[in-house]
């Protein structure tokens, strides 16, 4: 009979990304304060609850002596993070390198960076190299931290090369890798000078997933492809060994959203921001300041919608909140000055004495959404990159009116699941969820325009059909059945692949 205090044990989960979902900050020698981090990844990883995880990671920040690394491990291990300390010469040539100045936008469609266009340039070489020497420390770290029957889920671009690092190490371990970028068409792929590397050493894993069918596809053809291996219904088949590749639609904590509704500091936000708008109409667009975010884009969109339904410019508002990232990064910065000029020529046309169309904040924190919602806002930068409130976020959300995703392409976005599990019954908007959302072109500005529109004027029982199949897509596909849907395939792949080798 069970003893009364007999639980379920819960499998134990290594999920090992480039960042741990905290940012660490130096008070002194031996004294660390913790930061959440903004992100998709931070996102989802932290709506999954029913496993016994630990987090390996980078913390963000340079720690050279080993004071200090003794006492980040301290006070990352009560929060189960277990850091990867990578050096500045590593970071450099490997994140700010290779991860984001030539995956990121290859994976996005935005091609490689002119001068790295030959494999045989220092620059790419040296980079590469930064690249796997990094994976090979993250290996090192998870193999120290691994015990027999543990799940190793690795995830993202950055980690491209640890699937085969890992099973170098221990050929038992359970290894699956998911990508939250899109995976780009095999033409786009074939470029990259690190091609075949890099996918092969993503097949080491047991299982490969991707957001989508679609990148699942790209993935299994680039190996049929590049590789000329064999693809199969269930993945890419080398010499006998299977690795199973498939699609795995990340989901929210919709939950987590919906109770937070409730709370009296949401609903304090939520007061001081009807009062705030009131009599406009609310569109609200929250994005990391990437170029695929397509920003300037949705931007020149409701300048365009300004210009053809002026009846609109003082009964609407654009709140535009962008997370900066990659500050150091020329392409960035560029970004984000075109998005202050935009913003800025757009509410000197069309602002008037007392208010202004776009509400463009950077890096906004609880301090200083407390001041937006008292009036004085307009763009304001931050020293450190901060992110914003998770309280206050869910007041925007529920607000608005209208929520504007513009990707010019993303793996998923979770802002427009966000938005649509803290909306109430009555409402629902335009976001990219399928048949409940308006779906638009980002780069028919014309077309968002009249979009915006049309999401504006829609009659509340339209509003209210298309919230519905959205609101019961959000709250279904959450982050947790995503975890889990992976993880138990991740254990079948490798029961199926050991009983192939009995036989
Ligand atoms: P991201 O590119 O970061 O994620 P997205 O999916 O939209 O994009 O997630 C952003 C997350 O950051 C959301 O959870 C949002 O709430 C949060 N966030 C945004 N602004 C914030 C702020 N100011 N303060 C605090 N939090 C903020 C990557 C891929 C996506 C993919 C996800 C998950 O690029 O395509 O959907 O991973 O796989």
Redesign the pocket.
Known sequence: CEKPDARPLRQRLLVVANRLPVSAVRKGEDSWSLEMS???????LLGVKEFEARWIGWAGVNVPDEVGQKALTKALGEKRCIPVFLDEEIVHRYYNGYCNNILWPLFHYLGLPQEDRLATTRSFQSQFEAYKKANQMFADVVHQHYEEGDVVWCHDYHLMFLPKCLKERNNNMKVGWFL???FPSSEIHRTLPSRSDLLRSVLAADLVGF?TYDYARHFVSACTRILGLEGTPEGVEDQGRLTRVAAFP?G?DSDRFIRALELPQVQVHIKELKERFAGRKVMLG???L?M??GIPQKILAFEKFLEEYPYWCDKVVLLQ???PTRTDVPEYQKLTSQVHEIVGRINGRFGTLTAVPIHHLM??SAGNFKRMAGLSLIAEKGGRD?????FA?CALYAVTDVALVT?LR???????Y?FVACQDLKKGAAQSLGAGAILVNPWNITEVADSIRQALTMTPEEREKRHQHNFVHVTTHTAQEWADTFVSELNDTVIEAQLRTRQ
């Not at 903004?38 to 989802?44: D, K």
């Not at 993303?410 to 427009?416: T, Y």
């Open positions: 903004a992100g998709g990844l931070v996102s989802a939250h970028t899109p957001h990340i929210i929250v994005d990391r990437d695929i975010k909140i962008a997370v890096c906004i901060r992110s914003l409130d998770f976020l990707s993303d793996g998923m976005n979770l802002v427009s966000e």
